[in-house]
Each structure stands twice: as C-alpha cells, then as structure tokens.
C-alpha cells in the first residue's frame, strides 16, 4: 500500500498541474477548478487502490475522468458559462502596466474562445499547445491516428481563429 | 481583437501555460487524498530514557545515526534497513535544485538497478518482486521530472541528462543479462520523447547552417524511430557548434 501510495503520489505531482490548467481553461473559475481537479485525482486514487494494471495511461485516464466531472458540472448548472471575479491571473512579467492590459484581455477573449469550443477541438488544443504532448502521445489518448490528430488540430485551430 | 495569424494564436494559446494552481492548494489537496505519511520506525526508540541529560542523548544519537548510515548503504529492497536508506535519499532529494531534479532522478534509477543487480545474486524472489517495484517506482519519478525538465538551450544539462541516460541503458543491458525482463517504461520514452521534441521545436526555429540541418535532419530520424538518446546525443552536438 505505501508503494502504491508513493507510485500515485508521483503521478499526482507530475500531473496535477496539467489537469488544474486543463480544467481551469474549461470553468474559468479558480475554486471550481480547483473542487474539480481535486475530485478527479481523489477518484484515480480510487481506482488505482482497486487495480493499479487497469490504469494503462494515467494522464489519460485522468483527463478522462477531469472531461466527465466538467460534463456533469455544466449539466447541473445549465449551459451558462460562470465568469468569476476571483479567477487566477494570468502572470505577465511585463511591468508596462497598459501593454499588460492589452495583453491580458487578448488573452482572455482567447480563453473565452477556447473554453467554447467543442471538446475534441479544445483538448487537442490544449494538449498540443498548451501541455506540449507530442502528437503520437495525443493520437494514444483519443485512439487516433497521427495523421487524423494533425487534422483535428488544423481545423481546431481554424475554428478558434475565427472565434477570435 | 484584431486579425490574428495562426501561429501568432499559438503563441499565445503557450502563454496559458502560466496558469498554475496555488501551491498549498497542491499540499493540501495530496495530503487529504493520500494522507500524510506517518513513519512507522523511529531510530531511537529509548530516546526518553535520555531526555534529561540532552548532550549525551544527542552524541548516542550522531553515533547511532553514523553507525546506521554505514549499515543502510549496503541495505537492499526487502531489508529491515532499506527504508531507512530510501528516507536518507529522500532527504538529499529535497536538497537538490530543480534544475538539477531529472539528473537526480535518474541516478536513483541508476541505484535501484544496482540493487536489483545484487538482490539477483541472493536469488531471494521476495526481494527480486520488492527490488522491481522500487524500480518502477522511482522510473517512473524520473519520467515525470524529465518531463517537467524545461525546453532548455544550456548544452551542459543535456549533456549531464545524456550521460545518465547512456549509464542507465548500460545497466539495463546487465540486468537483462542475468535473466531479469524489467520490460520497456513506456512513461520514460514518453519523457525522452517529449524532450527531444521540444528541443527539435526549440532548432526549428532557430537559423542553422547547413551542416546543423543535415544534422537536424537525422535527429528527426532517430525521434521517428524512437532512438531517443541517439536523437539527444546529436542535439548535444548541434547545441555544441
């Protein structure tokens, strides 16, 4: 038990962050994501105390779990994205305070966009630009081919220019 | 927002990697999922027996502590001494810098195949399963630091990186050697992979001579065919000219 305490405890510190973001980018809310992502981790320890064998990709599988708990988040609070007023700044080391504002709310309509997007689009985004996953990591966590990975990033992309 | 081009978007889609949750929330949150750890051997079990006279109770404690350090060296997965030597890595663990947590890592991997090494001469199989989950347990701690290794142009690390790699490799191939599958860790060539790729992107994007393009070139070649440390040796000496 205390190694497989010591194996999930490595797999929360590399992956903690990632889900955190992964979520954060979906609710845009700083305690929500943060309700979420603990919850998604509670569950994987869960499941890997039962069986850890049947975790054959932790990140994938928490995403999976992170994608299903924002799923049912937005089915009880209705379709109405909740903007909070406390949600994590964006840390710019840029001291020029109007280019920071500028900055800051391109950024925002950027995160506005993304977090409209359906979900295929914005995962892959997500975890190619984002998370930086290379493309066959991707292609093993949606089952997809490389070759249908790049295409789902090209029109991913497109769509969100044009939301932007 | 005005028109914007697609890699510009990428650019600023990359921006959103500083978004990171707050640290104690990070703590706090492990420790209600897993607990806190509770040590369940204390070295000094008469310590009370001692509490009045302090000196004397702390020189026999650096004397026992000095005598257990040797004695927990040469302990081995399995060993009632091993977890005292696992906590004395632990402990230089959280001395090491960041920037020097993946090399570190992969030394630990480096001792844990030399554990495994030895506990194969005893041919006690209880310790062989022990010494194989240690294993994989501290692979997999140097896949996620490897990963979490940022994109970096200081040829030094990359060489201090390869390096471990190539020992780690020349070990494995002992390992193997005496009749042990440790298998491939699929979560360590990610981690290699991911790192060659982000140094691939890293040179893409610089100006390069020629000869570093051909070089560029087979580089790309050796990360198709998954030869990550093949691929890392040639960004060494790409970083190099």
């Not at chain 1, 209705?78 to 800051?104: M, N, R, V, W, Y």
């Not at chain 1, 290379?134 to 997809?144: F, H, L, W």
């Not at chain 2, 347990?137 to 471990?164: D, F, R």
Request: glycine share 4%.
């Amino acid at each position: 038990m205390d190694i497989q305490r010591e194996i999930f405890s490595q797999i929360y510190n590399q992956n903690i962050d990632k889900i955190y973001r992964f979520i954060f980018l979906k609710v845009n809310s700083q305690p929500i994501a943060e309700d979420l992502a603990s919850e998604t981790f509670l569950r994987g320890w869960e499941t890997f105390k039962q069986d850890q064998n049947r975790i054959e990709n932790p990140p994938a599988f928490l995403y999976q779990i992170a994608r299903n708990l924002i799923t049912d988040y937005y089915r009880e609070r209705g379709k109405t994205q909740i903007i909070s007023a406390d949600c994590a700044p964006i840390i710019d080391p840029d001291s020029d305070l109007e280019k920071k504002a500028f900055l800051d709310s391109d950024l925002e309509t950027i995160k506005t966009a993304l977090a409209g997007l359906k979900e295929d689009y914005s995962q892959a985004l997500v975890w190619r630009y984002i998370e930086d996953l290379p493309i066959s990591e991707i292609a093993k966590m949606t089952n997809k081919s490389e070759g249908a990975v790049r295409v789902l990033l090209h029109r991913a992309l497109k769509t969100l220019k044009e939301k932007v | 927002m005005t028109k914007i081009s697609e890699n510009e978007l990428i650019l600023k889609l990359k921006e959103f990697r500083k978004i990171k949750p707050r640290e104690e929330w990070v703590i706090l949150t492990r420790n209600e999922i897993l607990g806190k750890k509770e040590s369940a051997f204390s070295p000094f079990p008469f310590f009370s027996f001692f509490q009045h006279k302090p000196a004397f109770a702390m020189v026999l404690s650096l004397i026992i502590l000095i005598g257990l350090f040797g004695f927990t060296q040469s302990s081995l997965p399995g060993d009632i001494l091993y977890s005292l030597k696992r906590a004395g890595e632990q402990g230089q663990a959280f001395l090491v810098s960041d920037k020097e947590e993946a090399r570190y890592d992969l030394e630990i991997v480096g001792k844990r195949l030399d554990d495994l090494t030895r506990i194969t001469q005893t041919k006690s199989a209880k310790k062989l399963a022990t010494a194989i989950n240690e294993l994989q347990a501290s692979v997999s701690k140097a896949a996620g630091s490897l990963a979490k290794t940022e994109a970096t142009n200081n040829p030094e690390k990359i060489k201090e990186l390869v390096l471990e790699v190539k020992r780690l490799e020349e070990k494995t191939d002992a390992v193997k050697s005496l009749g042990i599958e440790i298998g491939q860790d699929e979560q360590l060539n990610n981690a290699l992979s991911y790192l060659v790729d982000c140094q691939i992107r890293d040179l893409e994007n610089k100006t390069l001579t020629d000869e570093q393009k051909a070089v560029l070139i087979q580089v790309k070649e050796d990360y198709q065919a998954g030869n990550y440390s093949q691929a890392m040796e040639k960004i060494l000496l790409l970083n190099q000219k």
